[in-house]
């Protein structure tokens, strides 16, 4: 393949900046912009290693001195001989060293085609692609630890006996049809089934991870609802740690929703602090307590702040039940360090918690109860997720394919009507892993990617 050359750190000035470079002739083009002081080539310097040197303009000037390493093909992480060079963070230099590898002969990486010449060589595959631009995005340690895992194969490893169950099936079939003159052993059909059976059963396991791959993912929608002046807005400033929303006596101060993202309880709660649920004649605050309703009925999280002062009024007990509608709902009793309060009512939240955000009584028995309605798993379940869309629903399909499978045996098929719903099940799983991916697939991977990766 022709010689990439990207920048791959942040655009603005660093410490340090890392520029680089694969492809076919990597290490002549090197040699046109790097000068090292031990005054080898660059395809002569040991692979791996660091060595100092200058870099150069598109006109041999130095314009600064670091570091560079060679990666020998296919030992490297594209597959292909390449190199990187680190220097000063300055983006002038890095961009004159970006110009002087262009000039050279080197040509500007498209967004993620790094990483796309690793899967195309082999060095990864989809899955494991996926979980690199999931570890860059990665908010929570839990998110980055299952997308370090399934960077390592995780999910592959998963997906293996789930394909060899059904590579089984298929390759003996055909093995008996297309040489029937060799002694080789029909399968029968209580093979098949254990071999679906084992198959579905893996499939059943992974697909019940979806849900928490997506919270790990993108995090917990988390709608703060309440009649103004209940301690919303404390409670999100409480929760991020800085005063992120204006807080006054006068109720209705929150027009519209506010949004924050904050760390709590292991997980990333997308904060939004709503506006005071009342009836009003104010028309701003009333798109604001419809945009509170809104938020309330899409959110996965609801967390009902009631003035502990007061105790839960008959407005209270109308808010109270529009919460109940969703699935996780906790009653927040605020400001407990001025009159402690108790819930008697006949809803049945998730939890119920009395805090005071002034002194921060509270906090740390709410973030266990978050923790507890969405857990991130243990350090065993790490790259056991599926967080993406597009492996959730091939994932669906392949499970389908061996159901149908499953009925068809049931009901007296011959193996050859039971095996085309097998090689569906695993063109599926291909798609998956990027066996059998298509070019407009892969491309719309790659293209979540930026340039330099």
């Not at 340090?16 to 080539?41: M, P, Q, W, Y």
């Not at 600064?64 to 300055?90: I, K, M, N, Q, W």
């Not at 590898?101 to 790094?114: K, V, W």
Request: glycine share 10%; charged share 25%; hydrophobic share 40%.
């Amino acid at each position: 393949m022709d010689c990439i050359a990207a920048i791959s750190t942040a655009q603005t000035a660093t410490a340090i900046g890392i520029l680089r470079v694969s492809g076919e002739g990597c290490f002549a083009l090197c040699d046109k912009v790097f000068r090292a002081v031990n005054h080898k080539t660059f395809a002569a310097q040991d692979p791996r290693k660091t060595v100092y040197g200058e870099m150069l303009d598109n006109q041999g000037r130095v314009i600064d001195r670091g570091l560079a390493v060679r990666f020998s093909g296919p030992h490297s992480y594209t597959g292909e001989d390449s190199a990187e060079f680190h220097c000063h963070g300055s983006p002038i230099v890095l961009r004159e060293l970006l110009g002087a590898l262009f000039a050279a002969g080197a040509r500007q990486a498209g967004p993620g085609e790094f990483t796309r010449r690793a899967f195309l060589n082999g060095k990864l595959d989809l899955t494991e692609a996926e979980a690199v631009i999931d570890l860059i995005d990665a908010e929570t340690p839990a998110a980055a630890r299952n997308a370090a895992a399934q960077l390592d194969g995780a999910l592959r490893r998963l997906l293996e006996p789930v394909q060899e169950s059904l590579l089984e099936i298929t390759s003996r079939f055909y093995a008996v049809v297309d040489y029937p003159d060799e002694d080789i052993q029909d399968i029968g059909p209580e093979e098949i089934a254990s071999s679906l059976l084992t198959a579905e059963t893996a499939l059943t396991r992974l697909l019940g991870t979806a849900q928490r791959g997506k919270i790990l993912k993108r995090g917990i929608r988390t709608a703060i609802v309440g009649r103004p002046n209940a301690g919303k807005s404390s409670l999100l400033n409480a929760l991020a740690g800085y005063e992120r929303a204006i807080v006054t006596d006068i109720p209705g101060t929150t027009r519209d929703t506010v949004e924050e993202s904050v760390l709590c309880g292991g997980v990333q709660l997308r904060l939004i602090d709503t506006a005071g649920i009342r009836e009003t004649e104010d028309t701003v605050e009333r798109l604001g307590v419809e945009r509170s309703r809104r938020a309330m009925e899409s959110a996965d999280l609801v967390l009902c702040v009631v003035d502990g002062t007061q105790g839960v009024t008959c407005e209270d007990e109308e808010l109270l039940r529009c919460a109940a509608r969703c699935k996780n709902w906790v009653l927040v009793l605020s400001k407990k360090d001025l009159f402690p309060a108790a819930y008697a009512g006949s809803l049945s939240p998730a939890a119920v918690v009395s805090l005071s955000n002034v002194t921060g009584e509270g906090l740390e028995e709410l973030e266990g109860v978050i923790a507890a309605l969405f857990p991130v798993g243990s350090a065993a379940d790490a790259g056991t997720l599926l967080t993406d869309a597009r492996q959730e629903e091939a994932v669906l399909r392949a499970k389908a394919a061996v159901g149908r499978a499953r009925e068809a045996l049931e009901a007296g098929f011959t193996p050859d009507a039971i095996l085309t719903d097998a090689e569906e099940a695993l063109e599926a799983i291909g798609e998956l892993t990027g066996r059998t991916a298509k070019e407009e697939i892969v491309g719309r991977i790659f293209s979540r990617f930026c340039v330099g990766k």
